[in-house]
């Protein structure tokens, strides 16, 4: 193994959105900096984000912005306050894109290309003079007990004062990131808390989701029928899979259901697909398309609410004749139906694992890490950043903000 010249001011693990803004934040203040990539190109899992588009960060005031990551949101105000996502606008427009929120909300490029995004930070980072080095997987940090000293790949060792890990989850590992930090950061004494698969598709024990495949329902209420956690809900666009459910409102409330799913097997789970109506507007809705057409089947009134392959399976679920009207119906089917509109049960019994995981919920405990500096408790000179860091938001340009202003504040390089 070769020893490669020492006296890099940092080396920076990991490609990504955090890794690529910790080594140009140290760069610009003229920091020697080498950064280490173990794919053959930089920024990979960036070029797949948001559909290819990139959905930058959103523009929410901070305090709203933290407050979707959950209970330990706050923890993100430093990073927040030194980059929220006008300084990110701005760091962009500085390198030569332009970004724009189309609904007011989320951020893309204007060019509405992720390339845009690599290509602007690999040439900012050439122009500051970091060295990048792809091919290059980090297999162990080096320390004297107290502070950072450097890495080993399975080439080489390079020494350095600082050390940024921004090695990101384990969701999209041919993107990647397969958990590596997680590795390096138990090696080196740090607590990492339980890894979840989170923003991903959910199987259900439900066969009948089968034959509503592709039916995209908007609005879907979605809440855990479990008496601790009835708190638990959510609303969005859903689509039916072969096996089960996906689309917004499901890649968000995954990252609640994926802990629950490894504790406790199944998830039931109760579905509005009325757009939030309950009994009684269901019941009004229905008696106001009977009075304009008195024959009208049931299949074709529950069709006024929703796509005609779901409206057959509730109707037989609720073991209603299609056919008839609702009136011919036994009055027992009939209040079924209805109460199957307002909360149709579904059960979640599986998922693809991290293959199809959009970001990983959980990370290296926080506890561990000095939210001012994002540099380690336990080692000095090591930092950590973006999805290595337990901390994750729902879809909507979260997760890259967070990476971005993590990233910027640990490539201060602050003691
Ligand atoms: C398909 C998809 C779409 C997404 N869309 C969006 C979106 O539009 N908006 C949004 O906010 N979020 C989105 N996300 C989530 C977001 O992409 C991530 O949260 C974010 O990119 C994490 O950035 P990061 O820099 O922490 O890690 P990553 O981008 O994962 O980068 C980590 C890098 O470290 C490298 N690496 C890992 N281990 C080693 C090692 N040992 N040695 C050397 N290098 C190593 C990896 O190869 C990788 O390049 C999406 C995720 C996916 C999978």
Known sequence: MKSEKSGYDLIVIGSGAAGMMAAITAARAGRSVLLLEKLSKI????????????????????????????????????ALDAFDHRALMGFFKEIGVESHAPDGYRVFPVTHSSQTIINAMRDEMERLGVEVRCGERVVTLEHNGESVTGVKTPHASYSAEHVVIATGGKGYPMLGAEGDGYLLAE??????????????????????VTNC???????VELRVDMKKYKKLHATGDLIFTKEGIRGPVVLDFSREITPLLAKYDEVPLLANFTKGMNEEQ????????????????????????????LSRELITLASCDPALTLAKQQGSSRDRLIKLLVATPLTVNGHDGFKMAMITRGGVHL??????TMQSRRLGGLYFCGEV????G?????NLQWSFASGYLAGQLKQ
């Open 282 to 309: 269901i019941r009004a809705h229905f008696k106001e398309a009977i009075r304009k057409s008195p024959d009208i089947d049931t299949l074709t009134l529950v069709r006024t609410l929703l796509p005609e392959s």
């Open 43 to 78: 920024g990979a899992k960036l070029k797949a984000t948001g559909g290819g588009r990139c959905n930058l960060t959103n523009t929410l005031d901070n305090e709203s912005f933290m407050a979707r990551f959950g209970r330990d949101g706050k923890f993100m105000m430093p």
């Open 367 to 372: 506890k561990e890490i000095d939210p001012y």
């Open 213 to 219: 495949r592709a039916d995209t329902i908007a609005k």
């Open 394 to 398: 729902p879809c909507g340009g979260y």
């Open 187 to 208: 090696a080196t004494g740090h607590k990492v808390t339980p890894l979840y698969p989170a923003m991903m598709p959910l199987k259900l024990k439900e066969k009948w």
């Open 389 to 392: 860091v337990n901390l994750d």
